[in-house]
């Protein structure tokens, strides 16, 4: 994952910015500024690499109906916990905490943290996020953290937007078993997002051979650990993590439905709806 000068992941900037355009409420505090010309700057290029492939989606428009169904999901699930990892500059935490009976930890690497925490400290109406007691900022990495000693507790929905398309499959397995884990004990629902390659829109023959260049001439990979799994090996991988129920919400096929915002831009983004059964 690329990185400012504050190891503060790059797209997660160009994320904050997004929620900042399409008017998320208290994105307007949340977001950096520093994101907006980032933001600007990725869309222009994001133009270009359209112009070469047509079929590919508006990169803000997919963002914001994932993050808009995730929403969605997240308040038909009706949980007063909420574990948000890889939460970056989300501004959900700040909406959904607005409710004190709802309980909001957002966890990301130490570096996020510490500038989340900044970024809210400089406006009143950050400082007042922060001052919530139902509103907490948890330093860690998903790799690495035992999810049943630090959250086990009342029913919850674990979220994690925008993360998995960075981690191998063996990174995502030790994930999914570790929130599976932990619903299996407490209850609730995890909501991620996850695209994989056989769902991405096919490129052209001059972007076939730009992608050929970059991959084999220039041997540069990209961020993104794409493998070769469709989403019923995903599926496959999430019930052998555990999870008895997983569906599939593709959010071109629920936008309209769903009243999701600019819902008339054709968009593809997978999100998985996963639970795993308590014993009885
Ligand atoms: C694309 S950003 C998404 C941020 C946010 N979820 C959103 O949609 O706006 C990816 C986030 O994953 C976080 N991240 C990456 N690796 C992580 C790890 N191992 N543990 C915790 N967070 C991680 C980054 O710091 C960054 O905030």
Same mark, same amino acid.
């Given at each position: ?17 997004? $929620?900042?355009?399409?008017?998320? *409420?208290?994105? *307007? #505090? ?12 990725? +869309? ?6 359209? $112009? ?19 929403? /969605?999901?997240?308040? &038909? ?20 905490? !607005?409710?004190? !009976? ?5 966890? &990301? ?6 500038? /989340? ?16 007691? +139902? ?14 000693? &630090? ?9 994690? =937007? ?7 499959? =063996? ?13 299996? @004990?407490?209850?609730? @629902? ?9 769902? *991405? ?7 076939? #051979? ?9 041997? $540069? ?36 439905? $769903? ?15 996963? /639970?795993? !059964?308590?014993?009885?």
């Amino acid at each position: 994952m690329d990185r400012n000068r504050d190891n503060v992941a790059v797209s997660a900037l160009y994320t904050a910015a997004t $929620w900042r355009w399409a008017g998320f *409420e208290c994105a *307007e #505090f949340v977001t950096p500024a520093q994101s907006l010309p980032l933001f600007r700057w990725v +869309n222009r290029v994001q133009s270009l690499y359209r $112009w070469i492939n047509p079929a590919v989606y508006s990169l803000p428009h997919q963002l914001l109906h994932r993050h808009a169904a995730i929403d /969605k999901l997240l308040a &038909d699930a009706g949980l007063a916990r909420v574990l948000e990892l890889a939460a970056g500059f989300s501004a959900r935490g700040s909406r959904c905490s !607005r409710d004190p !009976r709802c309980q909001y930890i957002e966890f &990301d690497l130490p570096d996020m943290i510490r500038s /989340k925490r900044e970024q809210l400290a400089a406006s009143a109406d950050g400082r007042a996020v922060l001052a919530r007691s +139902n509103f907490e900022l948890r330093a860690g990495d998903v790799l690495h953290v035992d999810f049943l000693a &630090d959250f086990v507790g009342s029913p919850l929905a674990v979220l994690s =937007e925008g993360l998995m398309m960075y981690f191998s499959r =063996e990174q995502q397995m030790q994930v999914w078993r570790q929130v599976a884990q932990l619903l299996r @004990v407490c209850g609730g @629902v995890y909501l991620f997002d996850y695209i994989p390659l056989p769902d *991405e829109p096919q490129r052209s023959g001059l972007g076939r #051979f730009l992608h050929f260049l970059r991959a084999r001439v220039f041997r $540069w990979r990209g961020d993104f650990a794409y493998d070769a799994r469709d989403r019923h090996e995903v599926r496959c991988d999430l019930h052998l993590a555990g999870f008895e129920v997983v569906d599939i919400v593709d959010t071109g096929q629920v936008a309209a439905a $769903w009243q999701l915002p600019q819902a008339m831009v054709p968009t593809r983004t997978l999100i998985y709806v996963c /639970k795993a !059964r308590r014993p009885l």
